[in-house]
């Protein structure tokens, strides 16, 4: 399993398009954290919303801000690049056929691949936050932050460096995590079709239909079930400061989907005639 | 002890409505070159890929070393193969490429045979260059060198010469003679049949997923129907020949007769010569591999879906 582990890391880590999404999550938070430094001489009214909004307090919150603003897509695009690609990838090189001529397991390499992406994922999810963190503390330092009430009806609150500093690492955990059903999605997909592109696109697909549906709210508790609807439940921690639970609830729904949707992926690909 | 490398018995695939092999039957043993021959769509990738466990067979069982084809099967390891083109990672090396596939299964390299692989490949320094710059008989040279690493006991070659241009098909070729040789057991499919002439000791001829025949190559060039011959008197030889129900289309053809054979043996004709005090000098079939396999095609589609042709006694 390792050396299947190695092999795939060494496959996906040494492409091309790795290192422009390595360059991409470097220079995309860099961006916002200058955009923030402009926006912040401007009037007070026009000081952005939510998380953007304090990001120019403290440079330990514009994680948690460009976090906000990559998870609803570019992430998602990215995770859903590395998962769909996984299998498919090989598939449509005609090397998979090769893979499997020896006596490798199937659901080995099955797992093997899912695991390389996951760890991919996480990668880029904390490769965006510390480009941001980086980025943040040179231009805005690092200081507690004080979230005002709203309309003087709620009560304001302090975030000291240390809360934040911590906060800022659950977020990353729980948006690296919250990809995860995007990641058995992308697996399964990925041994379905042997062309890459319609496996990436049908992952991506699938969770911005996730996204739109999720937003009718007239569809009530079906939207529960979507892989999207806690994924932002994390803001919470910087906006109210409390530790929603709908986090837990959220992890929950991730774990159901690499369940059964891995379950899904691996009874497939195990039958699967390889003709590519 | 039989010592049946590949046995494939009975067995069928269907992909949706077509039949792509039905009730298909053969073995290969120790030692043998054995031709996969047949049109297009006839079957052969797809009896390869249930012989090396790509694909199931919906009803049959192939075996590799007298144990049944699984996916992931422990006996893939005694076996090198090419499935239709050879293919790689196409951003790593020639040399990355082959270090990655030994290893992902848990070998080490220093069990790899790679120094007579990279002898085989031929590809000198080109084995450090991404595999997306090579051409295709060099990747299929690469695909030669990796089907080697493990000293594999059989190879499946399926159309190892497709796409590649003539000086590639000759360079792939004669690696192919090197290793059989070399005392490989092959089983090599391909529509070439000059290739499978060349290089094959028994082949088999597939049509609609079927078994048409099965044999030496000499036999199946031997079951056609034209039939070349040199005697001392040619004009007595002619003159009986045309006298023969067995016989028919008697010509002079350079130093000798040609004739088409109907129902009978060339011994027979050799009998006839022979009691009627006439020598024999030389007397073979005439028809080429290609003329066979034509002849057996238009045979088996005249003939329904019945196989049309009995085993040929190898």
């Known amino acids: ?276 | 002890m039989s010592d049946v490398i590949v046995e494939v018995e009975g067995v069928s695939k269907r992909f949706g409505e077509v039949n792509a092999v039905d009730d298909f039957s053969f073995s290969v043993e120790r030692g043998q070159v054995y031709g996969l021959l047949g049109p297009n769509g006839a079957g052969k990738s797809t009896t390869l890929r249930m012989i090396m466990g790509l694909e199931r067979p919906n009803h049959g069982v192939a075996r590799l070393f007298g144990s049944p084809v699984t996916p992931s099967c422990s006996q893939l390891a005694r076996v090198g193969a090419i499935v239709e083109q050879a293919a790689f990672v196409p951003h790593l090396s020639g040399m990355r490429n082959l270090r990655l596939w030994w290893t992902a299964g848990g070998a080490h390299m220093r069990d790899a045979d790679l120094e007579h692989a990279l002898a085989i490949a031929d590809l000198g320094d080109a084995i450090h260059r991404k595999v997306k710059t090579y051409s295709q008989g060099m990747k299929q040279r690469l695909g030669f060198a990796r089907l080697l690493l493990g000293r594999p006991e059989l190879l499946v070659l399926d159309e190892p010469t497709n796409g590649l241009d003539p000086g590639e098909i000759r360079e792939i070729r004669e690696l192919i003679g090197r290793l059989t040789h070399q005392g490989a057991t092959v089983l090599l499919s391909s529509h070439h049949l000059s290739e499978v002439e060349q290089v094959c000791s028994h082949a088999l001829v597939m049509n609609h997923g079927r078994l048409v025949t099965s044999g030496t190559v000499s036999d199946l060039v031997g079951t056609t129907k034209s039939v070349y011959i040199e005697v001392d008197d040619r004009a007595a030889a002619h003159a009986l020949l045309s006298r023969m129900p067995i016989v028919s289309n008697v010509q002079s053809q350079g130093d000798g007769l040609v004739m088409v054979m109907g129902d009978g043996r060339r011994s027979d004709v050799a009998d006839a010569l022979f009691h009627a005090g006439i020598r024999v000098e030389t007397l073979m079939a005439t028809q080429r591999l290609e003329d066979a396999f034509l002849d057996l095609l238009a045979a088996g589609d005249g003939a329904g879906d019945e196989p049309v042709a009995a085993q040929v006694p190898s």
């Open chain 1, 1 to 276: 399993m390792i050396a299947l582990i190695r092999t795939e890391f060494t496959k996906a880590a040494s492409r091309t398009r790795s290192l422009v999404i390595a360059l991409l999550l470097i220079g995309l938070p860099t961006l916002i954290v200058v955009a923030i430094n402009a926006r912040q001489d401007r009037p007070r009214r026009d000081n952005g919303e939510g998380l953007f909004r304090l990001a120019s307090q403290s440079g330990l919150l514009v994680p948690a801000a460009v976090l906000s603003a990559t998870s609803g897509f570019l992430l998602i695009v990215i995770a859903g690049t590395l998962a769909g690609d996984s299998v498919a990838s090989d598939a449509s090189w005609g090397n998979l056929r090769y893979v499997l001529m020896r006596p490798v397991s199937r659901v080995r390499l099955l797992l093997s691949k899912a695991f390389v992406a996951g760890v991919l994922i996480w990668a880029a999810t904390i490769l965006v936050t510390l480009a941001a963190l980086v980025a943040g503390l040179i231009l805005f330092g690092a200081h507690d932050v004080t979230v005002p009430g709203i309309g003087g009806l709620v009560g304001g609150f302090n975030l000291s460096g240390g809360a934040l500093a911590l906060r800022v690492l659950i977020a990353t955990g729980y948006v690296a995590f919250g990809f995860s059903a995007l990641l058995a999605i992308g697996t399964l997909f990925s041994t379905i079709t042997d062309t890459a592109a319609s496996a990436i696109g049908a992952t991506v697909g699938v969770y911005i239909v996730s996204e739109i549906l999720d937003s009718i709210s007239q569809l009530g508790q079906v939207r529960y079930a979507f892989p999207t609807h806690y994924f932002d439940a994390w803001e919470t921690m910087f906006t109210d400061n409390t530790y929603s639970r709908e986090m837990v609830v959220g992890i929950v729904v991730q774990v159901a989907y690499v369940v059964v949707v891995g379950a899904a992926a691996v009874a497939l690909f195990n039958r699967k005639d390889i003709r590519s």
